[in-house]
């Protein structure tokens, strides 16, 4: 028995220093939450998403890059993160501060809420969009310009499964006059943007991710055409000129050399590097050569300032008068004809 009671002491006494050694690092260390740790589930998160544009663009991420104006933009509110609260009730409000950069031109809605045609609207047809119903809040409001999508769960509680879901779409029109970066954002703050559990909680934190619809801009005016400014016609000659792009895209020349030719789309080059083209001008005269460029999306620049280059002497016309006065000089009568039809 007192053996018995000795071990209970000593095991007692093991668990005791055991215990003393762990707990000060239990008492130093954050208890991990259950979403962030264990379910490893990222916030609870409001984000617009470019999904299309009617002309020539690339979507990376969250960015939407137009390589042409007067386009029609969709994009789309996703909605994910609540788990593992259960989700009865959410609020997105668009801030429509973005929709004029100061720059150039100004955003507007492509028409008017009420149908997938036309401006800003909720396709709850679609099967990632999950909520069983509207109630008290704004589907679309369209005051301000600041629109908010709303959604409520009639019949039961939505929790999430790791997904990310629909909530809306908003079509915006990008007029020919725009220019630079436009962000599309949310308004925050609870009375704005937010997301309720079944129990009237907000489920926080609340990511809020914006769109950006950014215009490529076409290349800057090349530089003045630099090469010879007379020489002879029928000679080739080079010429060479340079550009920078505003968005580090590779770009193209394009000579006019004043006789009615040219050398046509040359290139690509990288964006600073000097394009090059040759040309002969088979007649005597003056020309003023002329240089633009693209980049490879097909945004144009203005044309550059103009070279004035001189041919005085055609090659082959010179040649024979030459010739002529060397034949004169040899013969002076021989050719009476020849002399009077020249005026000579």
Known sequence: MKKKIRNFFETGMILAIMLAFVMPGVATT?????????????????????????GSH???GHEIILHETGQLVTLEIHVSGWYPNLLEVLQATVDSSGYSNGVGGTLVPYGWPGSPEDGCFIDTSRSDFVFYGLVYLDAVYTGDLDYKWGAVLLF?????????????TLILEVPTDASGTYTIDFIPGDANTFMKD?????ILPLTLTPAVISINEPPNKPAKPSGPTNGKAGTSYTYSSTTTDPDGDQVY???DWGDNTSSSWVGPYVSGAPGNASHTWTLQGSYNIQVKSKDVYGMESIWSDPLSVTMPKNKAFNFNFDLLDWLFERFPNAFPILKYLLGL
């Open 253 to 255: 020349y394009w000579f």
């Open 30 to 54: 954050t208890k991990p939450t259950l979403s962030e740790e264990i379910l490893e589930i990222p916030d609870a998160e409001f984000e617009w998403v470019p999904v299309d544009a009617n």
């Open 156 to 168: 039961s509680s939505k929790a999430d499964d790791g997904q990310t879901y629909y909530l809306g």
């Open 58 to 60: 690339t979507i990376d």
């Open 198 to 202: 079944d129990g009237g909680q907000l």
